[in-house]
């Protein structure tokens, strides 16, 4: 079943009398469940794609379709992690992940009178991820990981049907950002949201998603799609495996074609 899907989109940006095409003819299918990776070079399009899906960028042509329903505005029930975990410095960690619930309906009308059963699931989400012991500490008092841990964890307390990952893991040192690939699709095994992810890290791509898909320079398009038919769950030994490897190198002998043309 077709969760997602961009029918030949492109998106125009404008600024005065200034055009600049950033995605061009966009098409591709995500089914419900599956987990996504987006590559290809720097300013490709690539954080384009996620703004048109979650509706905060209207497509100039094309149509974009998330749940059988054309998006026309930003969408509801969908969970979002960035770069920077941007959680609120002056809240714990557990009142960071609940963030969502005293905003977002139907819990927000029930999050007063059923407090308890909100820190419950915050808490079990805070444990997959190895943070039950730091559910009352500050970001202050949190190593980088450790918060895009939580930051995650905000994504998919209200259990959204779609979460959007916008590089979530590209500032962090490279043995944290492989620890928490396993975190990830340890939630994802778990929870089977239907994923987007957007990266530079071809390895991380491999290692999470179902499917990748390789864009152009910009004008951005969709130029490859690739199957990543490796079992799972994968580990970081998965990633020394000559299949895994050859899939890098195909990946990135893709890419390097669009630098080069």
């Avoid at 905003?103 to 997959?128: D, G, N, Q, S």
């Avoid at 893991?169 to 095994?189: K, N, P, S, Y």
């Amino acid at each position: 079943m077709t969760f997602v899907e961009l029918k030949s989109v492109s998106l125009t940006y404008r600024l005065g009398k200034e055009t600049t095409l950033a995605l061009a003819d966009g098409t591709m299918a995500i089914g419900k469940g599956e987990f996504v990776a987006v590559v290809g070079p720097s300013g490709c399009g690539k954080s384009t794609i996620m703004k048109l899906v979650t509706g905060l960028l209207p497509a100039t042509s094309g149509e974009v379709v998330v749940a059988g329903q054309r998006v026309t505005r930003p969408i509801k029930g969908v969970g979002m992690a960035f770069q920077n975990p941007t959680l609120m410095p002056w809240r714990t960690t557990i009142d960071n992940v609940l963030l969502p619930m005293e905003i977002v309906e139907p819990h927000k009308r029930r999050f007063r009178r059923h407090r308890a059963e909100y820190v419950a699931r915050a808490m079990a989400l805070l444990k997959t991820v190895g943070l039950a012991d730091f559910a009352d500490k500050f970001p202050w008092q949190l190593s980088g990981g450790m918060q895009q841990r939580s930051n995650l964890c905000r994504a998919l307390i209200h259990e959204p049907e779609l979460l959007m990952l916008d590089e979530p893991f590209g500032a962090l040192d490279a043995f944290t950002r492989e620890e928490l690939w396993g975190v990830m699709q340890a939630l994802w095994l778990e929870k089977r949201f239907t994923g987007v992810l957007v990266t530079h890290d071809l390895r991380e791509a491999v290692y999470l998603a179902d499917t990748v898909y390789v864009m152009s320079r910009r004008p951005g398009r969709i130029v490859m799609s690739r199957h990543i038919d490796l079992p799972r769950p994968r580990t970081l030994a998965s990633t020394f495996e000559p299949a895994f490897v050859d899939i890098v190198h195909e990946l990135r002998d893709r890419i390097h074609q669009e630098h080069a043309a």
